[in-house]
């Protein structure tokens, strides 16, 4: 009772100055993104707010049997940059945004940036297939399977992606290899994976490698310099090749 009285007299703090800020905008839009989270490779949430001041939020929260959340509201702008989501409870998260070139920032219930390592995952983008798409595209190098570290060398994987024309192609170990690979939603759903025929004495990483990323569906989670492909039983961490 205590947290919830005094998370309530920040917000009421925090937005005590609106009436006094100059012109208020409404940062209209459908802002979308995947945030962390504890139990599951990630949710999905998209956050679409109206011209009257209302809002609708979907969670889906990926590789669980459960139906996506939907909840609407009223949101408030204080300073043409800050979006607050009354219709939640005052020490509740998700509900306070900083608008950032069509970007929302998501904050923690005092306000702050959210610190961490995933730091950019609260960011919520208006253009966010885009966006990742443009995240994937370009080279990328194995790192690890499964957590177990792949020996940086010459002879290292690699792959590139070029995902608007639903292509890769990249080195197996040995081979040179390419196929087809599709963004759908949160998840790079590859096809059939071909190769070049060099005989080469240690083919184990390459077979290895070319058995995950053929017909094989994957949920990724991307930064500027890594990537990571997911199921439920297997992980495939990349690094951004310079």
Not at 2 to 9: F, T
Not at 86 to 104: E, I, T, V
Not at 159 to 177: P, S, T, V, W, Y
Not at 186 to 206: I, V
Request: aromatic share 10%; net charge positive; charged share 20%.
């Amino acid at each position: 009772m205590k947290i919830s009285k005094l998370n309530g007299l920040f917000l009421l703090a925090f937005f005590a100055q609106a009436c006094s800020s100059g012109k208020i905008i409404t940062p209209t839009g459908e802002y979308s993104g995947v945030i962390p989270c504890a139990d599951c490779p990630g949710i999905d949430y998209t956050l679409k707010l109206h011209e009257d001041y209302t809002y609708a939020e979907s969670l889906n929260y990926q590789e669980r049997d459960s139906p996506t959340l939907n909840n609407t509201g009223t949101y408030k702008v204080k300073n043409d940059t800050l979006i607050y989501l009354k219709s939640k409870p005052d020490n509740s998260g998700m509900q306070l945004f900083r608008l950032k070139n069509d970007q929302l920032v998501m904050l923690d219930i005092y306000g702050k940036p959210i610190q961490s390592s995933f730091a950019d995952a609260y960011i919520l983008r208006k253009d966010y297939q885009n966006w990742v798409t443009e995240q994937i595209n370009g080279q990328w190098k194995l790192q690890s399977i499964n957590q177990k570290e792949i020996e940086a060398g010459a002879s290292s994987p690699n792959i590139e992606f070029m995902l608007k024309d639903k292509n890769f192609r990249g080195f197996a170990g040995c081979n040179r290899i390419n196929g087809k690979v599709e963004q759908v939603d949160n998840t790079l759903q590859f096809g059939m994976a071909m190769s070049t025929k060099m005989a080469c004495p240690q083919l184990k990483l390459e077979s290895q490698f070319l058995r995950l990323i053929t017909n094989r569906s994957w949920t990724f989670s991307v930064t500027k310099d890594q990537l990571q492909l997911s199921d439920a039983k297997e992980t495939i961490t990349f690094i951004r090749a310079n």
